[in-house]
């Protein structure tokens, strides 16, 4: 069973910092390009972060040099430190998994998603 379990999401004053962090189950982490995104109120879901398997990182433009995503193989864990948050940063955040298999099969997973609320 897969699983993708997000934690660090919560209140913070504009300018302030979070640390996301998810954790993996059930899937190959070590060959999965890992990512964030997130969904404010009425709008579309949209790409924050992603992290390859062959470590390449991509950002939105919205949050380069602000956030950073990083992943650990060893543990199952990818992260998203979030520096600079401005109240447009508020949404909930998934954490999203794809694995592509040699065959060409693509397994996608995402996470339940934490809040993160950016007010003053």
């Known amino acids: 069973q897969v699983q993708l379990v997000e934690s660090g999401g919560g209140l913070v004053q504009p300018g302030g910092s979070l640390k996301l962090s998810c954790a993996a189950s059930?899937?190959?982490?070590?060959?999965?390009?890992m990512g964030w995104f997130r969904q404010a109120p009425g709008k579309e879901r949209e790409l924050v972060a992603t992290?390859?398997?062959?470590?390449?990182?991509n950002y939105a433009d919205s949050v380069k040099g602000r956030f950073t995503i990083s992943r650990d193989n060893a543990k199952r864990m990818v992260y998203l430190q979030m520096n600079g948050l401005k109240p447009e940063d508020t949404a909930v955040y998934y954490c999203?998994?794809?694995?592509?298999?040699?065959?060409?099969?693509?397994?996608?997973?995402w996470g339940q998603g934490t809040q993160v609320t950016v007010s003053s």
């Open positions: 059930g899937i190959i982490f070590s060959v999965s390009d």
């Open positions: 999203n998994a794809v694995t592509t298999y040699h065959s060409g099969r693509r397994d996608e997973y």
């Open positions: 992290f390859t398997s062959v470590d390449s990182t």
